[in-house]
């Protein structure tokens, strides 16, 4: 069984919140490598914060040390962006990343998440609606609050909008709330598995085109920076 090793890191302030799934299994078992970051995201084999280094050149160090951890978190804090990966455990058969292999998936209760703090509007989902991906597991879960995701942008990245009903106090019944709406994006995932979905699209391979040395991670950093600056 793999346990996430990390709390969900979120506060009062923030407005957007990173949605993933599980980390390497040697995040759960303490086995970190060298240039790991003890942190959400901290994989040496991971993009999330090469990019955001790249989209706000945080000159952010790739190593397992404290300094490491608190650069993320202060970002973090400065830019009003939590993280809270959706899975809370589960069983690998191959002791390996991918979300695929997961099996017995426990899911930490998203939709709770999102009542307890009313300033998110946007989840930035780290990879789509395929089968365990952190969107395929949210949809799981709004069915069972009766709520779903309604389509708005059907191209990648992928953009959709949750309508989540507002309870009002009897001493409130007379005004009329607007509901609140948290808007979600699938982002391509930050990771070398999602490479090949890269390659078959049409504007990657149109960018390549255009410029020979424009590559998977250069595809990335343009899409993330327009939902994260």
Known sequence: ????PYQPFIFPEATKLIVGTLPPPRFTSRELKDDDVDFCY???NGMLWPILNE??????KYETTKEATEQRKNFLFAQKIGVCDIVASAERQKIDASDLGMQNV????LVNYLKEFPKIETILFMGGNSKNGPEYFFRRQLKEYGLKLDVLNDKVPRIHQLVL???SSAIESYTTEK???VKTVSL????????????SLQLYKDLKTANPEFNTF???????RKFFE
Do not use: E
Request: charged share 15%; proline share 7%.
């Open 188 to 199: 391509t995932a930050p990771s070398g598995a999602a490479n090949r979905a890269v390659g």
């Open 1 to 4: 069984m793999h346990t996430h």
């Open 165 to 167: 009903p507002t309870t």
């Open 55 to 60: 989209i706000f050149g945080l000159q952010l």
């Open 106 to 109: 426990q899911l930490r209760d």
């Open 179 to 181: 509901p609140r709406i």
């Open 218 to 224: 250069d595809f990335r950093v343009m899409q993330y």
């Open 42 to 44: 901290g994989s040496r």
